[in-house]
Protein backbone atom coordinates (compact mmCIF):
# COMPACT_ATOMS: atom_id res chain seq x y z
CA UNK A 1 0.00 0.00 0.00
CA UNK A 2 1.34 3.45 -0.66
CA UNK A 3 2.49 5.53 2.20
CA UNK A 4 2.18 9.50 2.15
CA UNK A 5 5.97 9.06 3.95
CA UNK A 6 7.05 7.67 0.95
CA UNK A 7 5.32 9.76 -2.07
CA UNK A 8 5.76 13.48 -0.51
CA UNK A 9 9.13 12.71 0.74
CA UNK A 10 10.78 12.08 -2.93
CA UNK A 11 9.09 14.91 -4.27
CA UNK A 12 10.95 17.37 -1.91
CA UNK A 13 13.51 15.92 -2.79
CA UNK A 14 12.50 16.65 -6.47
CA UNK A 15 11.98 20.24 -5.49
CA UNK A 16 15.08 20.79 -3.99
CA UNK A 17 16.99 19.40 -6.51
CA UNK A 18 15.54 21.79 -8.47
CA UNK A 19 16.34 24.87 -6.43
CA UNK A 20 19.88 23.43 -6.67
CA UNK A 21 20.14 24.27 -10.42
CA UNK A 22 18.44 27.45 -10.34
CA UNK A 23 20.78 28.81 -7.39
CA UNK A 24 23.73 27.33 -8.99
CA UNK A 25 22.88 28.96 -12.01
CA UNK A 26 21.93 32.33 -10.41
CA UNK A 27 25.62 32.16 -9.01
CA UNK A 28 26.99 31.47 -11.97
CA UNK A 29 25.47 34.33 -13.14
CA UNK A 30 23.65 32.45 -15.82
CA UNK A 31 20.19 33.83 -15.86
CA UNK A 32 18.68 32.64 -18.83
CA UNK A 33 19.26 29.03 -17.46
CA UNK A 34 18.43 30.63 -13.99
CA UNK A 35 14.74 31.42 -15.16
CA UNK A 36 14.35 28.28 -16.72
CA UNK A 37 15.35 26.09 -13.56
CA UNK A 38 13.38 28.82 -11.13
CA UNK A 39 10.41 28.43 -13.32
CA UNK A 40 10.58 24.57 -12.74
CA UNK A 41 11.58 24.79 -9.25
CA UNK A 42 8.40 27.17 -8.30
CA UNK A 43 6.17 24.90 -10.64
CA UNK A 44 6.88 21.85 -8.66
CA UNK A 45 6.66 23.69 -5.60
CA UNK A 46 3.69 25.33 -6.48
CA UNK A 47 2.47 21.51 -6.67
CA UNK A 48 3.67 20.26 -4.12
CA UNK A 49 1.73 23.01 -1.69
CA UNK A 50 -1.39 22.41 -3.42
CA UNK A 51 -1.38 18.76 -3.14
CA UNK A 52 -0.87 18.82 0.68
CA UNK A 53 -3.73 22.33 1.10
CA UNK A 54 -6.17 20.67 -1.50
CA UNK A 55 -6.02 17.00 -0.76
CA UNK A 56 -4.23 15.97 2.14
CA UNK A 57 -4.60 18.53 4.62
CA UNK A 58 -8.35 18.59 4.14
CA UNK A 59 -8.49 14.46 4.16
CA UNK A 60 -5.89 14.62 7.41
CA UNK A 61 -8.42 17.29 9.38
CA UNK A 62 -11.51 15.40 8.66
CA UNK A 63 -10.37 12.18 9.59
CA UNK A 64 -8.83 13.47 12.95
CA UNK A 65 -10.64 15.96 13.91
CA UNK A 66 -7.60 18.02 14.21
CA UNK A 67 -7.54 21.58 12.24
CA UNK A 68 -5.22 23.87 14.51
CA UNK A 69 -2.22 21.45 14.69
CA UNK A 70 -0.08 20.65 12.33
CA UNK A 71 -1.24 21.52 9.40
CA UNK A 72 -2.32 25.33 10.57
CA UNK A 73 1.49 25.38 11.21
CA UNK A 74 2.46 23.51 7.37
CA UNK A 75 0.48 26.68 5.43
CA UNK A 76 1.47 29.06 7.61
CA UNK A 77 4.94 27.81 6.40
CA UNK A 78 3.49 27.41 2.73
CA UNK A 79 2.59 31.11 2.88
CA UNK A 80 6.02 32.44 3.88
CA UNK A 81 7.59 30.18 0.96
CA UNK A 82 5.70 31.32 -1.46
CA UNK A 83 6.71 34.71 -0.55
CA UNK A 84 10.27 33.65 -0.93
CA UNK A 85 9.32 32.68 -3.89
CA UNK A 86 8.15 35.95 -4.93
CA UNK A 87 11.54 37.46 -4.09
CA UNK A 88 13.36 35.15 -5.78
CA UNK A 89 11.23 36.45 -9.17
CA UNK A 90 12.11 39.22 -8.35
CA UNK A 91 15.50 39.22 -8.02
CA UNK A 92 15.80 37.40 -10.86
CA UNK A 93 13.60 39.43 -13.10
CA UNK A 94 16.46 42.28 -11.77
CA UNK A 95 19.80 39.84 -12.24
CA UNK A 96 20.36 40.60 -9.07
CA UNK A 97 22.65 38.01 -8.07
CA UNK A 98 23.08 39.17 -3.98
CA UNK A 99 19.42 39.70 -3.32
CA UNK A 100 19.21 36.18 -4.91
CA UNK A 101 21.49 34.29 -3.23
CA UNK A 102 19.93 35.99 0.32
CA UNK A 103 16.57 34.96 -0.09
CA UNK A 104 17.30 31.28 -1.79
CA UNK A 105 19.45 31.19 1.48
CA UNK A 106 16.26 32.17 4.04
CA UNK A 107 14.09 29.71 1.45
CA UNK A 108 16.62 26.84 1.83
CA UNK A 109 16.69 27.30 5.57
CA UNK A 110 12.68 26.81 5.69
CA UNK A 111 12.60 24.65 3.06
CA UNK A 112 14.84 22.10 5.43
CA UNK A 113 13.18 22.63 8.53
CA UNK A 114 9.43 22.78 6.74
CA UNK A 115 10.43 19.61 5.35
CA UNK A 116 11.83 17.65 8.43
CA UNK A 117 8.71 18.10 10.28
CA UNK A 118 6.37 16.76 7.53
CA UNK A 119 8.83 14.29 6.96
CA UNK A 120 9.10 13.26 10.78
CA UNK A 121 6.00 14.34 12.25
CA UNK A 122 2.94 14.61 9.83
CA UNK A 123 3.25 12.73 7.19
CA UNK A 124 3.83 9.92 9.69
CA UNK A 125 1.03 10.63 11.59
CA UNK A 126 -1.00 10.56 7.88
CA UNK A 127 0.03 7.14 6.97
CA UNK A 128 -1.76 6.23 10.68
CA UNK A 129 -4.65 8.24 10.43
CA UNK A 130 -5.75 7.91 6.78
CA UNK A 131 -4.81 3.90 6.53
CA UNK A 132 -8.00 2.80 3.93
CA UNK A 133 -7.62 6.08 2.20
CA UNK A 134 -4.55 6.12 1.45
CA UNK A 135 -4.41 4.14 -2.07
CA UNK A 136 -6.98 6.78 -3.20
CA UNK A 137 -4.90 9.90 -1.66
CA UNK A 138 -1.67 8.83 -3.00
CA UNK A 139 -3.57 8.28 -6.61
CA UNK A 140 -4.72 12.40 -6.38
CA UNK A 141 -1.60 13.60 -4.72
CA UNK A 142 0.69 11.51 -7.78
CA UNK A 143 -1.72 13.01 -10.68
CA UNK A 144 -1.47 16.92 -9.04
CA UNK A 145 2.47 16.42 -8.34
CA UNK A 146 2.46 15.41 -12.05
CA UNK A 147 2.55 18.93 -13.55
CA UNK A 148 5.77 19.76 -11.78
Known amino acids: ???ISETLPAHHKHCDE???VAEEAAQSGQWQ???GAQVRFSRAMLAHFE?????????FEKTTGMSG?????MRM?????RDLLNQLEAALQAKDADTFSGVAETLLILMQQHNMKEENILYPMCDKA????LEQLDAQLSKTLAVA
Not at 69 to 73: K, L, N, R, V
Not at 77 to 81: G, L, P
Open 1 to 3: MPQ
Open 18 to 20: LFS
Open 33 to 35: DCK
Open 51 to 59: AEESILFPA
Open 69 to 73: GPTQI
Open 77 to 81: EHAQM
Open 130 to 133: LGAQ
